[in-house]
């Protein structure tokens, strides 16, 4: 069974950077698949950020590319989220996820953790 | 705004059969599989479709996809209580990022 969890503050001030870690358990990163981030802000709808193979090949939202790096730690079975100077736009449920044979095709999802901007 | 495009909400009574649409460009649906996407309240997001019109395994028949040009749909027949969720449909786009509607709320009367 694969499962992810989220990791990090959850509370940043603006300007700062958001980190965040995924940890994979289940499944071996190495094996395969692109592996992703999205996010939703209260009450609204989904977003996604980026995604990254085990290679570590990435691709970014467009909107975000400027301030977002994802990364890959095959040795921990984990991948991580930078976001660089946050504002309270960036308030939001952050997920991670594994995307699957087909970017966009999410199959396993973190529970999410809320991260809030503010000072 | 989001790229993918779909109805705010929809409703339904027990029983029925809704459908939800996902509108799009040659770019995103009109050239690469469709994915829809069921969050329950408070909950992450469930792969439902995958393919266009694939259901992973522990999804019920009752839901079903479909995609046609530029166009996608989900249906759900025999709707129940616990379908009540927001939905959102989801592609790769050619301008190599994968795109979410805006979602859909669903409500069973």
């Known amino acids: 069974q694969v499962q992810l969890q989220e990791s990090g503050p959850g509370l940043v001030k603006p300007s700062e950077t958001l980190s965040l870690t995924c940890t994979v358990s289940?499944?071996?990163?190495?094996?395969?698949?692109?592996w992703g981030w999205i996010r939703q802000p209260p009450g609204k709808g989904l977003e996604w950020i980026g995604s990254i193979y085990h290679s570590g090949s990435t691709y970014y939202n467009p909107s975000l590319k400027s301030r977002v790096t994802i990364s890959v730690d095959t040795s921990k079975n984990q991948f991580s989220l930078k976001l660089s100077s946050v504002t309270a736009a960036d308030t939001a449920v952050y997920y991670c996820?594994?995307?699957?044979?087909?970017?966009?095709?999410?199959?396993?999802w973190g529970q999410g953790t809320l991260v809030t901007v503010s000072s | 705004q989001s790229v993918l495009t779909q109805p705010p909400s929809a409703s339904g009574t027990p029983g029925q059969r809704v459908t939800i649409s996902c509108s799009g460009s040659s770019s995103n649906i009109g050239s690469n599989y469709v994915y829809w996407y069921q969050q329950l309240p408070g909950t992450a997001p469930k792969l439902l479709i995958y393919r266009n019109n694939q259901r992973p395994s522990g999804v019920p028949d009752r839901f079903s996809g479909s995609k046609s040009g530029t166009s996608a749909s989900l249906a759900i027949s025999g709707l129940r209580s616990e379908d009540e969720a927001d939905y959102y449909c989801?592609?790769?786009?050619?301008?190599?990022?994968?795109?979410f509607g805006g979602g859909t709320k669903l409500t069973v009367l």
């Open positions: 989801a592609a790769w786009d050619d301008s190599l990022q994968v795109v």
């Open positions: 289940g499944y071996s990163i190495s094996s395969g698949y692109y």
């Open positions: 996820a594994r995307d699957g044979e087909q970017l966009g095709e999410f199959d396993y």
